[in-house]
């Protein structure tokens, strides 16, 4: 089974620092590019963060760049997203994903994780 | 950015009705459209991708248009595990944007 498990999230202070992990089963993710995407609490959807299959191409939503950092290690089958300088804004539920890049518009994220819990808070 | 706006934002309906969420995007994303269905405390799932290819395992009450940039996704007979919040995506550029969802409830 196609799976994925995050974990890291937790309370943090204002401009403190957390490192979110997901880890892959099931399929080889040096294979797909891969995501991670927010819930604020009552709110919708937000994507984050994506990284090539290799690592060499990093995209980021304009409100995270500079503070956020995604990386993986395909040789774990695993994805990291280094989130700092976090403010009561970035309080959220991160899902990572899998971003099937399929050929012609059949791009989606295809496989989530069950998501993990950052609260931003003094 | 490219913005996704759905309609209606809460829709109550009951079990056997056909039901449909629009999604209007700002500037053109080809069929670049996924909707994804959200539960309660669970993760979304992929219901219909390239604007209207339904993924593997999902019932085909669900399904997918576009007309240039409007999509819609319509339900034909709503079953009980259908009452969830729907969201739209487009991937056709950066930033990836969602919409802003619809509360599909029961009436």
């Known amino acids: 089974e196609e799976q994925l498990v995050e974990s890291g999230g937790g309370l943090v202070q204002p401009g403190g620092s957390l490192r979110l992990s997901c880890v892959v089963s099931?399929?080889?993710?040096?294979?797909?590019?891969m995501s991670w995407a927010r819930q604020a609490p009552g709110k919708g959807l937000e994507w984050v963060a994506n990284?090539?299959?290799?690592?060499?191409?990093?995209r980021y939503v304009d409100s995270v760049r500079g503070r956020f950092t995604i990386s993986r290690d395909n040789v774990k089958n695993s994805l990291d997203l280094e989130v700092s300088s976090l403010t009561v804004e970035d309080t959220a539920v991160y899902y990572c994903?899998?971003?099937?890049?399929?050929?012609?518009?059949?791009?989606?994220?295809?496989?989530w994780g069950q998501g993990t819990k950052v609260t931003v808070s003094s | 950015d490219i913005q996704l706006t759905q309609s209606p934002s809460f829709l109550p309906a009951s079990v056997g009705d056909r039901v449909t969420i629009t999604c209007r995007a700002s500037?053109?994303?080809?069929?670049?459209l996924v909707w994804y269905q959200q539960k309660p405390g669970k993760a979304p799932k992929p219901l219909i991708f390239?604007?209207?290819t339904l993924q593997t395992g999902v019932p085909s009450r669900f399904s997918g248009s576009e007309s240039g940039t409007e999509f819609t996704l319509t339900i034909s007979s709503l079953q009980p595990e259908d009452f969830a919040v729907y969201y739209c995506?487009?991937?056709?550029?950066?930033?990836?944007?969602f919409g802003q969802g619809t509360r599909l409830e029961i009436k």
């Open positions: 390239a604007a209207s």
């Open positions: 990284i090539s299959p290799d690592g060499s191409d990093r």
């Open positions: 099931g399929f080889t993710s040096s294979s797909y590019w």
């Open positions: 500037q053109g994303v080809g069929s670049y």
């Open positions: 995506q487009q991937l056709k550029s950066y930033p990836i944007t």
């Open positions: 994903a899998r971003y099937y890049d399929g050929s012609g518009a059949n791009d989606r994220f295809d496989v």
